[in-house]
């Protein structure tokens, strides 16, 4: 399955940003999709999760209330919504999904989000 995720920018603290997954192969609409990001030197950590349904949904503790996972069966297209972005929210995000929870048998390519103060 190949992801293309998209919508990654240089913001300010307090802004809002939506990044995108996109995926053309239709076993997408089974499975988890979830996103992870690493910032430099740092290991890279899960974000969110969204089932293939998109009834269930986990978020690491620092993101939520902030961030959203979402996704559009009829688009075969996740969404994270961040908001009330923060400088510690700089990273590289990637977009994953597969058969597993959480899903990372297939990898986006990765998009920049960069935050100042």
């Known amino acids: 399955v190949q992801l293309q995720a998209s919508g990654g920018g240089s913001v300010q603290t307090g802004d809002l940003l939506r990044l995108s997954c996109a995926a053309s192969d239709p076993r997408f609409k089974d499975y988890a999709v979830g996103w992870f990001r690493q910032a430099p030197g740092k290991e890279r950590e899960g974000v969110a999760c969204?089932?293939?349904?998109?009834?269930?949904?986990y978020y690491r503790n620092s993101v939520e209330g902030r961030f959203t996972i979402s996704r559009d069966r009829t688009k075969n297209t996740a969404y994270l919504q961040m908001t009330n972005l923060k400088p510690e929210d700089t990273a590289v995000y990637y977009c994953t999904t597969g058969s597993s929870w959480p899903p990372d048998q297939y990898w986006g390519q990765g998009t920049l989000v960069t935050v100042s103060s």
């Open positions: 969204i089932s293939p349904g998109g009834s269930v949904t």
